[in-house]
Nanobody, 115 residues
């Protein structure tokens, strides 16, 4: 059974940094299928960062240059390094595994950026 556990969220001042972690278990395909999404109340869940099929990375326009997604295959963990945080980055951040049959989601970790 696929399990995704996010951690690392919290309260930070604008301009600060956080590193989110997504610890994955039960995954038989590549960690490249793991993405980070975020969702604020009343809004649609949006893709923040992920990996491309060619081994690169992809980012939402709003976070490009500030956020970095990376993975540690030995630890089965995907990270989201978030720098120069803005109040508009305040959201619940979710780890997603795009499996071959269905998607799996973690429980989310909250990020609050104060101005």
């Amino acid at each position: 059974q696929v399990q995704l556990v996010e951690s690392g969220g919290g309260l930070v001042q604008a301009g600060g940094s956080l590193r989110l972690s997504c610890a994955a278990s039960g995954i038989t395909f590549s960690l490249n299928r793991i993405n980070w999404y975020r969702q604020t109340p009343g809004a649609q869940r949006e893709l923040v960062a992920g990996f491309t099929s060619g081994g690169g990375t992809k980012y939402a326009t709003s976070v490009k240059g500030r956020f970095t997604i990376s993975r540690d295959n030995a630890k089965n963990t995907v990270y989201l390094e978030m720098n120069a945080l803005k109040p508009e980055d305040t959201s619940m951040y979710y780890c997603n595994y795009a499996g071959p049959v269905r998607d799996f989601w973690g429980q989310g970790t909250p990020v609050t950026v104060s101005s």
